[in-house]
């Protein structure tokens, strides 16, 4: 079996020091689409150094995402097709506001193995922790089609029930169709993302987004309509990948109020709103 569920939880942690700059956070903003109108007050909170707030959802991508989810595959255990994976969820739980430029250690591990029959889930944790303690946790889950079934742990449901009523809010982004090209400098070099010929063998018509540019863009959507702009309100926010997006497609995001909390839906407009983000909640106070 390709995967061996055992070895890889067994594997000894991955540490090593990250760091990033003002750059890099400029460069991710943009990459999920900031900057849109330029000289507007609310977008220079993303794309002027002098000013710039961090988007919280820039953990997934500080010190290049390493390892991201391809070096995930490259752990003690796992060994698999990389035409097969899928990125399927992601949670982040913020310990503090993420600082424009710092330095910092990242420990990674494959925390659990799940067998969901046609497909094996790698849930990929990584805890970041600066000289003033933890700043992030990240967590990715990872589907890799065609390696389930060997009888292990199906693992929890992340099914919510979905939010009743009509949402407090709904936006419309649109994404360019350079949105991918420019997204994965910040460190997902992923070829589904950027070579066709490589997306045809792995089941797409063409190149579709990355996932974690998709999440950005929502968290961004959400602090700036809901949370006044404010990047420092945001406690945690995770999401399920239900489906696809491909550049030049644009999102409809749909927002309900609860208590501390703000539930998401997002789809793609032009596909009769199909189904991109699914059990989306952002935490915050």
């Keep these: 079996m390709p995967i061996d569920a055992a070895k890889a939880l067994a594997a000894e942690p991955r540490t090593g020091e990250i ?33 710039l707030h961090v988007l919280p959802s820039f953990a997934t991508v500080a010190g290049a995402g390493a390892p991201g989810v391809i070096g995930s595959l490259s752990m003690p255990g796992v060994e698999v097709d990389l035409a097969r994976v899928l990125h399927g969820g992601q949670s982040l739980t913020l310990h503090r506001p993420l600082p424009a430029e710092g330095t910092a250690t990242a420990t990674h591990r494959i925390a659990a193995v799940y067998d969901k029959g046609k497909a094996a889930v790698l849930v990929m944790r990584t805890d970041v922790t600066d000289a003033d303690g933890p700043l992030w946790t990240n967590d990715a889950q990872i589907y890799v089609r065609g390696e389930g079934g060997w009888g ?16 407090d809010r709904t936006v419309e982004r649109a994404v360019r169709e350079d949105q991918a090209l420019l997204y994965r400098l910040s460190g997902d070099w992923n070829p ?25 863009m929502t968290l961004k959507a959400v602090v700036d309509t809901l949370l006044g702009g404010d990047v420092t309100r945001v406690r ?6 239900a489906g696809v997006v491909y550049p030049g497609e644009t999102l409809r995001i749909r927002m309900w109020r609860r208590d501390g909390e703000v539930r998401v839906a997002v789809s793609a407009v032009e596909r009769d709103d199909a189904p991109v983000l699914a059990d989306t909640a952002v935490a915050h106070t």
């Design 19 to 51: 760091s990033w700059g003002a750059k890099d956070v400029l460069l991710y903003h943009l990459g999920i689409g900031a900057g849109t109108p330029a000289t507007d007050p609310g977008e220079l909170r993303y794309t002027l150094e002098s000013r």
């Design 152 to 167: 292990g742990d199906r693992g929890p449901s992340v099914r919510r029930e979905a939010p009743a009523g009509e949402p």
């Design 192 to 216: 589904l993302h950027a070579d066709p010929e490589f997306a045809r063998q792995a089941g797409f018509e063409r190149p579709i987004l990355h996932g974690l540019c998709t999440y950005g």
């Design 236 to 241: 945690a926010y995770s999401t399920r990948f």
